[in-house]
């Protein structure tokens, strides 16, 4: 009996100890670490939409966030979005507009919100219970950008998590105004390294590049091996126009999978499907209520 | 309990004569999984070194204060431990290194050589031979992971380091996670053979 308890204080006290270790860590890290994934992040957008230090982002883009939100009132579920107002160029705050689940709109609010404290969630959160008043429960599901050029859509940016091989994989995809994809890139996985890990490879995610919708809506993926010329497309090895060309001509070809790691390209396409077709199905609802509530929006 | 050896033969002895993949055949599963490149290799290498040098240290220093009925929880428990701080500093202060390192420190915390080390040295040794055999342990797992890389990554993919050497691909074979098992057991092969002559050797000289 002695020797049990000893095991049990033992135990717990080590457990205690390398908790407060780790959870010290985290706070120490957390603030440096979130900095470097929103850097990274930043990086990767510009990365994605083809700008660069020595191709900056021009003066006429604007970038217009769109967060959407599940509100519950205890009645019935609707999707609520977090959407700047006002026409391109005239800052007109945002607005938070609710929908139900079968695309009806239902109402509206302002929400006075600055630039700045837009980013941060827990601001973003209590300026929106503010406005639609009490009783109503909300939950951040995901974000958008909006990308325009002198106030005309030139891409989508989402960032979504689906399920991988071990753990999930966080992507941000950016596509053009007619769905089809311009390209993504892995912010976070925990694939095997060699197998899995080889999605973060250029020959696996420029597959994606220029595929259509309509092709998107039915991807599959296929074993079989990559044809040489276009995996030297895919990696940037042939001239750029030759490269664009060849995965032109390859946009309604399915996935090449990765050798022994199907799973793992399995998911990622799965992953970019359903993102994409989410996505253009809650945005053209989300248009269409703008529209016929004449909602002006800078995007 | 003390042992008679320098810091240069634990050192050594790491490497060499008990080698983490050659000779004691452990930690087996990313020898043969993750060991498709040279630079794979060399990722994991560096991250079980820091984590095999900072655990045995720590195991070492606590060593009398472990009840021996809770010894396996607590080495898991500090490997875990060093693993998600070594993880959670490196994403904060280093971030290309982790973009690099990240998913090879967190598969860490499974691997049996740690705990073996630390089982079977730091927990009787004094602070400065833990140290020492932390650090020949690490490097041990290194070059053996490094030599597995060289040979899949050139006979898999014709190239070193991701640079083309040959100009094609020998046998893609050699990249699939079975042949890890073939490379494995030829260069065990191989080492013990190189051991073997030599102990002949000094034999007929003596």
């Not at chain 1, 890990?197 to 995610?205: G, P």
């Not at chain 2, 004691?24 to 043969?32: E, G």
Request: net charge positive; glycine share 8%; charged share 20%.
């Amino acid at each position: 009996m002695k020797m049990i308890l000893t095991i049990i204080v033992r135990l717990t006290v080590s457990c205690l100890i390398a908790g407060t270790i780790m959870g010290a860590t985290f706070v120490f890290t957390n603030k440096a670490k979130k900095a470097n994934e929103f850097a990274r992040e930043e990086k990767v957008v510009y990365a994605l939409l083809g700008y660069s230090k020595t191709n900056p982002i021009p003066e006429s883009t604007g970038m217009h966030e769109i967060f959407r939100y599940v509100v519950s009132d205890g009645v019935a579920p609707s999707i609520g979005y977090l959407v700047p107002v006002g026409t391109h160029g005239h800052d007109g705050g945002f607005s938070f507009v609710r929908i139900d689940l079968d695309g009806a709109y239902l109402d509206s609010a302002p929400v006075s919100l600055s630039e700045e404290k837009v980013r941060n969630p827990a601001d973003r959160a209590a300026a929106i219970a503010a406005a639609i008043g009490t009783g109503k429960e909300i939950r951040f599901t995901d974000q958008t950008i909006v990308v325009t050029d002198h106030g005309k859509r030139t891409a989508y940016l989402l960032s979504g998590k689906f399920p991988g091989f071990k753990t999930h994989i966080a992507i941000i995809l950016a596509l053009d105004p007619d769905y089809s994809i311009i390209g993504f890139e892995v912010m976070e996985h925990e694939e095997d390294p060699g197998l899995g890990a080889e999605i973060v490879q250029d020959y696996f995610k420029n597959q994606f590049k220029y595929k259509p919708f309509e092709k998107i809506k039915t991807l599959k993926v296929v074993k079989a091996p990559l044809p040489g010329d276009y995996f030297d497309a895919l990696e940037g090895r042939i001239d750029k126009a030759a490269a664009i060309d060849l995965m032109k001509k390859n946009r309604d070809q399915d996935i090449y999978a990765l050798t022994g790691a199907t799973i793992s390209s399995t998911a990622v396409s799965i992953g970019i499907k359903g993102m994409s077709k989410k996505f253009a199905y809650r945005l053209d609802i989300l248009d269409k209520v703008l529209q016929e509530q004449q909602i002006a929006v800078p995007f | 309990m003390a042992n008679q050896k320098s810091n240069f033969q634990l050192v050594a002895n790491g490497i060499l004569k008990e080698n983490p993949i050659f000779k004691l055949a452990l930690s087996m599963c990313p020898a043969v999984g993750i060991s498709t490149t040279v630079m794979n290799g060399v990722m994991l290498g560096t991250a079980v070194l820091f984590v095999q040098v900072f655990s045995s240290v720590t195991i070492s220093l606590l060593k009398n204060f472990i009840h021996p009925r809770i010894r396996i929880p607590t080495y898991t428990l500090t490997i875990a431990t060093w693993v998600t701080v070594i993880d959670l500093s490196l994403a904060a202060y280093f971030p290309a290194a982790y973009a690099q390192m990240g998913i090879f420190v967190k598969i860490i915390v499974a691997f049996a050589i740690i705990t073996m080390r630390l089982e079977m040295f730091a927990c009787k040794e004094p602070v400065t031979a833990s140290f020492w055999d932390g650090i020949g342990m690490g490097l041990g797992f290194l070059v053996g992971m490094v030599c597995i890389g060289f040979v899949r990554e050139l006979l898999g993919s014709g190239a070193i380091l991701g640079h083309d050497v040959l100009g094609f691909k020998p046998l893609l074979f050699f990249i699939l996670p079975s042949a890890g098992f073939f490379v494995v057991g030829i260069m065990m092969g191989f080492f013990n053979w190189i051991e073997a002559y030599y102990t002949k050797r000094k034999r007929g000289e003596a």
